[in-house]
């Protein structure tokens, strides 16, 4: 009962918020975080969006602010920093590379996107959300991930998936705030996770990539964190029934900053905690699960998540992540 209460807490909280208009951004809870500024007269629609998304890469490439239309107050942070335009990146972006994979939010007038580029000749993963106020740039934040390997499985994998540009016809669709709920059961059921709670919120046949490799329902390899082989031949919601996600202590600054009705998806940004107090796992299939040696110490990662969600249900994840200072805050929550 006190679970059924506090899921419909959430909903209510979420759909109050959404009434209200508040700011955005405007609290570190799980109903807090996402576009709220939904009644804007100047919306940017699709193709709005998708070319303030290309005219601030070509103005990266060109090391040129001054090719990207910003509001005279545009707050642009870089990896969590606030930042002037032209700034960090704006100074070593060299060249695209091929992946470029698009999140809209046309309500919120924000795009999302994950993509591939150089930085003096090395691959970078950058990621970015951009706010359009009267088609014009008023937020920037962007994350870049300098791993040249996961640089490498993108250009292997190629495109995205198929399945995100994927419209799901109107009789399937959940409404906004429930693609927000459901994206943070994925949130909640990790966060701790011992294997015991309810993650029907998957799809039966889910899976997710991290940098482009995919790590459910796999042959067995050596996954990240896990010297456990067999964990990548699971599923979504067996890996969460399985219990070997505790080492993630706390899941905060859950913001769900694109979400789209039409395609189903959610794009939501956060931070995974990892406090080291975690040292083993008992999991479910009765085997004992001892910590890595990088859990071992306290470890904040920052985490990007693409969700694509069919019938209510979580069908595919696409997720990145790079290495924070413990304790890390985003810049963008008050």
Not at 101 to 129: C, S, W, Y
């Given at each position: 009962?006190?679970?059924?209460?506090?899921?419909?807490?959430?909903?209510?909280?979420?759909?109050?918020?959404?009434?209200?208009?508040?700011?955005?951004?405007?609290?570190?809870?799980?109903?807090?975080?996402?576009?709220?500024?939904?009644?804007?007269?100047?919306?940017?629609?699709?193709?709005?969006?998708?070319?303030?998304?290309?005219?601030?890469?070509?103005?990266?490439?060109?090391?040129?602010?001054?090719?990207?239309?910003?509001?005279?107050?545009?707050?642009?942070?870089?990896?969590?920093?606030?930042?002037?335009?032209?700034?960090?990146?704006?100074?070593?972006?060299?060249?695209?590379?091929?992946?470029?994979?698009?999140?809209?939010?046309?309500?919120a007038g924000q795009i999302g996107?994950?993509?591939?580029?150089?930085?003096?000749?090395?691959?970078?993963?950058?990621?970015?959300?951009?706010?359009?106020?009267?088609q014009r740039v008023s937020e920037?934040?962007?994350?870049?991930?300098?791993?040249?390997?996961?640089?490498?499985?993108?250009?292997?994998?190629?495109?995205?998936?198929?399945?995100?540009?994927?419209?799901?016809?109107?009789?399937?669709?959940?409404?906004?705030?429930?693609?927000?709920?459901?994206?943070?059961?994925?949130?909640?059921?990790?966060?701790?996770?011992?294997?015991?709670?309810?993650?029907?919120?998957?799809?039966?046949?889910?899976?997710?990539?991290?940098?482009?490799?995919?790590?459910?329902?796999?042959?067995?390899?050596?996954?990240?964190?896990?010297?456990?082989?067999s964990f990548v031949t699971l599923?979504?919601?067996?890996?969460?029934?399985?219990?070997?996600?505790?080492?993630?202590?706390?899941?905060?600054?859950?913001?769900?900053?694109?979400?789209?009705?039409?395609?189903?998806?959610?794009?939501?940004?956060?931070?995974?905690?990892?406090?080291?107090?975690?040292?083993?796992?008992?999991?479910?299939?009765?085997?004992?699960?001892?910590?890595?040696?990088?859990?071992?110490?306290?470890?904040?990662?920052?985490?990007?998540?693409?969700?694509?969600?069919?019938?209510?249900?979580?069908?595919?994840?696409?997720?990145?992540?790079?290495?924070?200072?413990?304790?890390?805050?985003?810049?963008?929550?008050?």
């Amino acid at each position: 009962m006190r679970k059924i209460a506090g899921q419909k807490l959430f909903l209510a909280s979420v759909m109050l918020a959404l009434i209200a208009g508040a700011a955005a951004y405007s609290g570190g809870t799980a109903s807090a975080g996402y576009p709220q500024d939904l009644s804007s007269s100047d919306t940017c629609n699709r193709p709005c969006l998708e070319g303030l998304a290309n005219q601030y890469l070509a103005a990266l490439m060109a090391h040129d602010p001054s090719k990207l239309p910003v509001t005279d107050d545009v707050k642009f942070t870089e990896n969590a920093q606030a930042l002037k335009l032209g700034d960090g990146l704006w100074r070593t972006a060299s060249g695209m590379d091929s992946y470029k994979h698009f999140f809209e939010d046309p309500t919120a007038g924000q795009i999302g996107m994950f993509a591939t580029i150089k930085e003096n000749g090395m691959g970078d993963i950058l990621i970015v959300r951009i706010k359009a106020t009267k088609q014009r740039v008023s937020e920037l934040e962007t994350i870049v991930i300098r791993t040249p390997g996961g640089v490498t499985a993108y250009e292997k994998y190629g495109n995205p998936d198929p399945i995100w540009s994927e419209v799901e016809p109107p009789a399937e669709r959940v409404s906004r705030e429930k693609l927000i709920y459901t994206t943070n059961l994925y949130y909640s059921g990790m966060q701790n996770n011992d294997g015991k709670g309810d993650y029907s919120f998957f799809a039966h046949d889910c899976n997710r990539i991290e940098h482009a490799v995919q790590t459910t329902n796999m042959p067995k390899f050596n996954y990240g964190h896990s010297s456990n082989q067999s964990f990548v031949t699971l599923g979504c919601e067996a890996q969460y029934k399985l219990g070997m996600m505790g080492f993630v202590t706390n899941i905060r600054e859950r913001r769900y900053v694109i979400v789209d009705e039409e395609k189903q998806q959610v794009l939501a940004f956060s931070y995974f905690d990892h406090d080291s107090t975690v040292r083993q796992l008992a999991l479910t299939n009765g085997e004992t699960y001892y910590s890595p040696p990088f859990f071992l110490t306290p470890r904040t990662l920052a985490v990007s998540e693409a969700f694509k969600i069919k019938n209510g249900k979580i069908r595919f994840v696409e997720m990145t992540l790079t290495e924070t200072p413990w304790g890390s805050k985003s810049g963008w929550v008050n």
